[in-house]
């Protein structure tokens, strides 16, 4: 299944509900990911640019799509940003086809 990982960051609303009230947001997020067939594999909070970001598998793109979907409808959420994660195997995969291309670069 690919993995994927989203940056998150909550509005100030997100935030002000979870210091009244903390509670574990991998809970909610692991329930959703099981729902659309696929898993939570980690989940981290982080200072930065992002409050945090989670790691999970998905049957595809469209259905990671939906989950983040799913996540922002909810209205606690300022900034999401997914990518699509490879792992090692694959990255060598990956390079040793595209070696075996040619691909001009601009004439100039």
Avoid: C
């Amino acid at each position: 299944m690919p993995t994927y990982m989203t940056n998150f960051s909550y509005n100030a609303e997100g935030w002000q509900k979870l210091a009244k009230n903390p509670e574990d947001r991998s809970v909610p997020v692991k329930a959703l990911m099981e729902k659309l067939g696929g898993k939570l594999l980690s989940m981290y909070y982080m200072a930065g640019d992002y409050d945090g970001f989670i790691v999970y598998e998905a049957p595809d793109a469209k259905v990671a799509a939906t989950a983040i979907i799913a996540v922002e409808l909810a209205g606690h959420i300022r900034t999401l940003k997914t990518s699509q994660l490879y792992t090692v195997a694959e990255t060598m995969e990956m390079m040793g086809n595209a070696g075996k291309l040619a691909y001009p670069a601009p004439k100039g």
